[in-house]
């Protein structure tokens, strides 16, 4: 489980009122998200037209790293921004779904990989003015091939890349590996390696 500190900081209570939520209408749905309009009432006392976008899964991603210290790394084009990413595995869960056997498949579908140890360190919200999603991570050591092999999805073309923990993180800093679940992950496993929370052997492999 991600670790938890040992009593909440005063400074991080709610101050002042929080947004009342106003009637709903639903502007566009897929199987994915749902965008509303509404006019909703601010902290301050005042109407604000609001565009909100809610999400039908749970963002799921993966920090897979081998005994040696290298993480595996999927590589696509990425629709949105018209660019090429590489990325930590990461996908969706249903919000129905316990988060690990989402995170447990996007894997093996990215990376034709399976780990016997699984581990939750990081739980973020993603865009949270705009957006109701919320992403769970997840560390994944002693990895294998998993029995089904590559399956990606028919939408998707990826490469694999297994990289040394260190320059996959240099990068992450340089602005090269952009996606936010990755640099929120890299970041969350140099932490652990720094602080003791990982065995000794691979955490001097990833910080070597």
Known sequence: MAQKPSARPAWLRPHGDPWTPGAERVAFESGWITVTDQIAIAPTGRPAPYGLVRFKNLAVAVLPI??????????????????????????????????????????????????AQWREILRTQLSNSVTDERMVGYLALGLSEAPSGHAADETEVIALARVPFREALDAAMAGQLPDMLTVAMLLRGYHMAVEGALPGALARAMLG
Request: proline content about 8%.
């Open 66 to 115: 081998h005994d040696d210290g290298t993480v595996v790394l999927v590589g696509q084009h990425r629709f949105p921004l018209g660019n090429y990413s590489w990325e930590l595995p990461e996908g969706g869960a249903p919000l129905d779904e316990d988060p690990l056997d989402g995170a447990k498949r996007e894997l093996a579908e990215e990376t034709g990989l399976m780990a």
